[in-house]
Every structure is written in structure tokens, then in C-alpha cells.
């Protein structure tokens, strides 16, 4: 959290604590560790991984990044303007957001709300915009500690849903982030209540912590859904390995196809399918399993399918069909082409081990014609059928 001028200014007689550090420094040096993972992380992202989850993630870094060096400017002298620390709030708390809304994305959710960390955010930097020039502890500072705690428990869960809550880089952030939540949401009602106020050390180190490994986990994360990132080949971005197109190519030519199928009064169908127990099929049987098994279902799609139908993997085992139909059955005729193929042969040669998978559609008679909300609702019925 930001150096906030109600809390007391440094001075040669420090109080007692458990570090030799003093403040001033240690809100200085800590801008080199989030300035190294921000710069590093967006390069990477705009030059390899230029998606809408990682845009949403390098605005958070960059938040992060905002946070820490407005501490490390205000540092030497302990008082900042009211205006300089509402802004260090409100970037707190869309630091964390953005790294919910990111991970909706990654997810593979239509929509990322991110409007809704930009409201909670310029709200919780208000009650420091309205206060005194000499502010006591309080609401003030509560607010965007409690804001940011609860951002970072949304993105807590939301990397506990599909396929993503047994991969390890996703274990070690859901894990990361819901203890820094509930430390934050602590924090923010011991400061609500009056009963204590914690300390710069105890708030400054975990958001530094956090989004030092976030960097680390995320591109791991980005790394295995999207193939290697050091790749320079086009075309290599555009086909996966799995011999259907990336998420970004897919995205592409979907926009592309569905807007000629409207300007033709034509429409379209979308398929989502998702390979059952993926993680589960990995720990069992080794990565080379599960690698099978995603390279088994995408033979399937290729073969099974019409050979104009748009085929893409989302990644995480998840894939999506296009196809330009009329019919209102054409969603069904996708879904049971591809389960007849998975019913009639295994994974792979030797094993007899055959996978399954979920489904959810979406037809633009019922829909807008549009990628986001042909996605979205058959993002909605692929999560029903997987709780029935």
C-alpha cells in the first residue's frame, strides 16, 4: 500500500522492529524487483503474448509498478499529497483487480468486468481525496486494503475452476493469493476498527511478494497454454502444435467469418469441447498422456468434422468449432461427430484408455452475431453440463 501521510514520519529514534532495514530504503529498493517483472512481462506479452488475459495482467503490473515508486519518491520525508496517495490507493486496488480480470480471460470467460475494477478502484480512493489534511487512521486506509483483499480472493477462485485448479503454476498462485487476501482483508478491519494499525513492513513486502510471483506463475502459465514464446515464426502463433489454430488465430478468423456470414444473411455455429479430467489424466499417466489425449481429440475434429469448419484450441484442453449453418441442429451434429469419434478409438496406440469430454453451444439464431457472445453462451451451457 502507499507511504499514507497519517501514518507517522521516520526519524533517527526508530521504533522497535524486526528488521534492520529501515523504511525509507526498503521502499525504495523494492521498485527494482517489480520494475525488472513488469518490464519483462509486458516485452514478453506485446511481443509474444499479445491476448486480452495478458493485456489485463501487464495493466497490473503496471499498476504495481505505479504503487511502488510513488512509495519511493514520497519516502524521504514520510508526507505525501492527499491527491499523490489516493492515486497510490486506487492503483492498489486495480492491481489486484486486473489480476482477476486476467484471469477470467485465461479462463476462457467471455467477459473480463474489468470496468468493475476501474469503479471499485477510483472509489476506494475517495475517502482519501475527502478527508483532512491531517487524517487519523480509518476508513481511508481500510478501503482499498479491504478492496485489494477481496480482488485478490476473485482471483483466487477463479484459478480454481476447469481444468486450471490442478496445474502447478495455478495451485502456487490460488495458494499465493488467498493468503495475501485474507492478510489484506485483516489488515483492512483491524484499521476499520481502530484496533491496530499494520504497519508499512507488513503491507509493502506481501504486494511486492505477490506480484513477484505472479510473474514467475503466469508465464509459466501463458507459456504452456500458447506454446513456446521465444518461437519468431507467424505461423507457429497461428497453428499449434495439435495441428488446429491458436486462440489468437482462431479469434481472428471467427471475427472474420461471422461477420461475412452476416453481411451474406447467413449464420454460424460455435462448438466449445472440453477433454474431461485432463490434470487428473497427466498425474496418472504422465504428461505425455495427457499430450495424447489433447493430439487424439484435435485428430478427431479434423477428421470428423467438415473440412470448413474452423478449428481452434483455447488451450487447457478446451477446443472450439465454427461452422456456417442455417440449421438449428448444427451445434448437435458437431457434438455427436466428435463423441462418436471418441467413443471408437483410444488415445493412443497401446492404451486402452478412451477420454471424454464436455460440450457447450451456441447458434447465432439465438444469439448475437457476434465472437463474445457466441463464446459466452456456450461458455454458460459447457458449465451446466459439466454440473450435471
Known amino acids: 500500500m502507499p507511504h499514507r501521510p497519517s501514518r507517522p514520519t521516520p526519524t533517527t529514534e526508530r521504533p522497535d522492529v524486526s528488521m534492520d532495514i529501515d523504511l525509507e530504503t526498503l521502499l525504495i529498493v523494492r521498485v527494482l524487483p517489480v520494475t525488472i517483472a513488469t518490464a519483462i512481462f509486458a516485452t514478453t506479452a506485446a511481443l509474444r503474448h499479445n491476448d486480452e488475459a495478458n493485456r489485463a495482467w501487464t495493466a497490473a503490473f503496471g499498476a504495481a509498478l505505479c504503487v511502488s515508486a510513488l512509495d519511493a519518491i514520497y519516502a524521504a520525508d514520510g508526507q505525501a499529497p492527499l491527491v499523490v496517495t489516493a492515486a497510490g490507493d486506487a492503483s492498489t486496488v486495480f492491481a489486484l483487480g486486473a489480476m482477476w480480470s486476467g484471469a477470467r480471460l485465461l479462463d476462457g470467460r467471455a467477459r473480463s468486468h474489468i470496468w468493475v475494477v476501474v469503479v471499485v478502484a477510483l472509489a476506494a480512493a475517495v475517502p482519501t481525496l475527502v478527508q483532512s489534511s491531517t487524517p487519523g487512521p480509518g476508513l481511508s486506509t481500510a478501503l482499498p486494503t479491504g478492496a485489494a483483499g477481496v480482488f485478490a480472493w476473485l482471483a483466487a477462485s477463479e484459478l480454481m475452476r476447469g481444468t486450471m485448479r490442478l496445474n502447478l503454476n495455478a495451485r502456487i498462485l490460488q495458494t499465493v493469493y488467498f493468503l495475501f487476501g485474507a492478510w489484506y482483508i485483516t489488515a483492512a478491519a483491524l484499521e476499520a476498527s481502530g484496533a491496530a494499525t499494520p504497519s508499512i513492513y507488513s503491507t509493502a513486502l506481501p504486494f511486492t511478494g505477490i506480484f513477484i510471483v505472479s ?13 513456446n514464446w521465444w518461437s519468431v515464426s507467424s505461423e507457429a502463433h497461428r497453428r499449434s502444435d495439435l495441428g488446429v489454430l491458436s486462440s489468437e488465430a482462431f ?49 478427431i475434429m479434423r477428421s470428423r468434422l467438415p473440412a470448413d469448419a474452423l478449428l481452434g484450441h483455447l488451450g487447457a484442453g478446451r477446443f472450439v468449432v465454427l461452422v456456417a449453418s442455417a440449421a438449428p441442429d448444427a451445434p448437435a451434429t458437431v457434438v455427436d461427430a466428435i463423441r462418436t469419434g471418441l467413443t471408437e478409438s483410444p488415445v493412443g496406440e497401446g492404451m486402452e484408455l478412451r477420454s471424454d469430454a464436455s460440450f457447450g453451444t451456441a447458434h447465432s439464431l439465438d444469439s448475437p452475431a457476434t465472437l463474445d457472445s457466441l463464446l459466452g453462451r456456450a461458455d454458460a451451457d459447457l458449465t451446466r453440463a459439466r454440473q450435471n
Do not use: M
Open 215 to 227: 510473474a514467475i506463475c503466469l508465464s509459466a502459465l501463458r507459456v504452456e497454454r500458447a506454446g
Open 251 to 299: 479469434r481472428e478468423d471467427a471475427h472474420d467469418r461471422i461477420e461475412r456470414a452476416t453481411l451474406a444473411g447467413s449464420h454460424v455455429a460455435l462448438v466449445l469441447a472440453e477433454i474431461e479430467d485432463l490434470d487428473e489424466l497427466n498425474s496418472a499417466f504422465g504428461r505425455q498422456a495427457g499430450d495424447s489425449a489433447l493430439l487424439h481429440f484435435a485428430g
